[in-house]
């Protein structure tokens, strides 16, 4: 956890922001680990509940027993600091090894060098195969590393230095990592991450108005309850860990140099050797001034996706399943939103909205329309969709193909072209370009919820979601439209400023 959210979550005397999707989360996370486990209990011999009024001895009690797996455990630390309450404890052979229980795909493609088991031969190391475990999921293996050391004070650790995770892959699989391996093992960094920590507590009983650590901006500070509290202090002093890749590291070099402001950073040269890269500096610049600016020479007109019938595509799934899919068909300089729906939600439904969606997608080709949307999440979706039901698009081999030869992904055109303040998705690009959604909340996890609550019996929902995906496919073609309006005779782009001039100019009235 953060060290300054440890500060925030035990002295800040302030009420934090409670997000309904990151409460959604929690409650998923939860139905998710109550399904493995009661999968884990079906599959294993002996299984121990830790029950009663003192949780750690009757831990004690269920390691000493032998049981092949213990459930609700609780562990302390011989100093009474230090406090675990990992989601399972599996016997290998001669110790227990913890498990945490995870709501999002812990397996790749690359990353940390591991082993797989299927849930059937948990306690059978032999019974793995090999694995990588995703970087970007590090944290899990620090929080069973810390439920690893309290089971070593314990005198019940194996032998083998692993650590499991379980994630929401289909079938439930665990993925054993060995905590003591690598260049710095996952135990060195959990047991220099303690020292922090403590030390992080240790101030704040002295000095609780303000954290040891100031507060720096990254990917998880968008799912901390201290989001707005620590964004809104780094904004007022136009922090420079606002712009992507800038590391407290990063931070601190340049405030040696007196450089402390995002101002001072597009003043930079790019090439300068103290940032991360040249993007930085760009990207400083199209904050300082609060628009979308040009990678590249303005003079030169930007090649906008286009044809004489633009069609632009959004879907909004519901745990993976699709039960709408949105086309906006601008032709003819008018347009025509057409969407394809199934409120059941169910496979039965999905199957049929796939095999029309399949068919419109396969007229699209045939008029030859460029069909626009946002990240290649329509892509891979509809190729899961596709295996699923063994359905494909009529006159194409893969799902993939037909994207190749039909589809255009306009955030990766934007992001090769135009140079963002705060990032490239959907609802950061289109404000910039004048476009505003009708609903006051929009987003995919949102429309999530929205979807619940259709189920649940609240029709308004049906208008909020046809209305939230309208949006989405209209504010795609605005991002074209404003491309194409900033013209200064030369084509389209040529009136939006180019990023590696400093200062830009003033705006043309």
């Known amino acids: 956890m953060c060290l300054t959210r440890i500060h ?15 409460s959604r989360d929690a409650a998923l996370g939860i139905e998710h680990e109550s399904l493995v486990l009661t999968r884990l209990t079906g599959v294993m011999r002996r299984v121990a509940q830790v029950t009663g009024d003192d949780p750690v001895a009757a831990t004690l009690d269920a390691l000493a027993s032998g049981a092949d797996l213990v459930l609700g455990a609780r562990l302390l630390s011989a100093d009474g600091r230090s406090v675990g309450v990992p989601d399972v404890l599996v016997r290998l052979d001669d110790g227990y090894a913890p498990i945490e229980v995870k709501h999002h795909k812990v397996l790749g493609s690359s990353g940390i060098d591991g082993l797989v088991a299927p849930l059937e031969s948990l306690t059978d190391v032999s019974a793995t195969g090999p694995a990588k475990f995703r970087t970007g999921r590090r ?92 964004k809104g202090r780094l904004e007022a002093t136009s922090d420079v860990t606002l712009l992507s890749n800038v590391t407290t590291s990063v931070r601190d070099r340049l405030a040696r140099d007196g450089i402390t402001t995002i101002e001072q950073v597009a003043a930079m040269d790019p ?43 959004d879907i909004e799934t519901y745990r993976g399943q699709i039960y709408l899919a949105g086309f906006l068909i601008t032709a003819n300089g008018s347009s025509t939103y057409e969407p394809i729906i199934d409120w059941k939600g169910d496979l039965t439904g999905e199957r ?75 609802k950061v690009i289109a404000p910039l370009c004048g476009f505003e959604w009708r609903d006051d909340d929009p987003g995919g996890r949102q429309s999530e919820i929205w979807f619940e609550q259709l189920v649940d019996g ?25 491309v194409r309006r900033n013209d200064s005779g030369a084509g389209p782009g040529t009136g939006i400023p180019s990023a590696s001039t400093w200062p830009i100019p003033a705006r043309r009235t």
């Open 352 to 426: 049929e909205l796939v095999r029309r969606l399949f068919s419109r997608l396969a007229e699209f080709a045939f008029d030859g329309a460029v069909v626009q949307h946002w990240t290649d999440y329509e892509r891979r979706t509809l190729e899961e969709a596709g295996a699923r039901h063994g359905l494909s698009i009529p006159g194409s081999p893969t799902v993939g193909r037909w994207f190749d030869d039909h589809g255009v992904d306009l955030c990766d055109w934007t992001r090769r072209n135009l140079v963002s303040p705060a990032g490239y998705s959907l």
């Open 139 to 230: 944290r899990d293996l620090l929080q069973v590393a810390h439920y690893r050391r309290l089971l070593d004070e314990a005198g019940y650790a194996s032998r083998l230095a692993l650590g499991g995770v379980i994630g929401s892959e289909r079938p439930y699989r665990c993925v054993w990592v060995d905590l003591e391996a690598g260049h710095t093992p996952i135990m060195v960094e959990y047991d220099d991450y303690v020292v922090a920590a403590t030390d992080a507590i240790e101030h704040g009983v002295a000095h609780n108005d303000e954290p040891l650590v100031d507060p720096w901006w990254r990917t998880e500070c968008t799912r901390c309850d201290w989001a707005a509290h620590c």
């Open 458 to 482: 609240d029709d308004t929902m049906r208008e909020r979601l046809l209305e939230y995906n309208e949006d989405d496919v209209i504010a795609q073609r605005e991002i074209r439209r404003w």
């Open 271 to 313: 090439t300068d050797d103290r940032l991360p890269g040249p993007k930085v500096v760009l990207q400083a610049r199209a904050r300082a001034v609060g628009r979308l600016l040009r990678f590249d020479d303005p003079s030169t007109p930007l090649d906008v996706p286009s044809s004489p019938t633009e069609v632009d595509f």
């Open 8 to 22: 925030h979550d035990r002295f800040t005397d302030a009420p934090t922001v409670v997000d309904e999707v990151r």
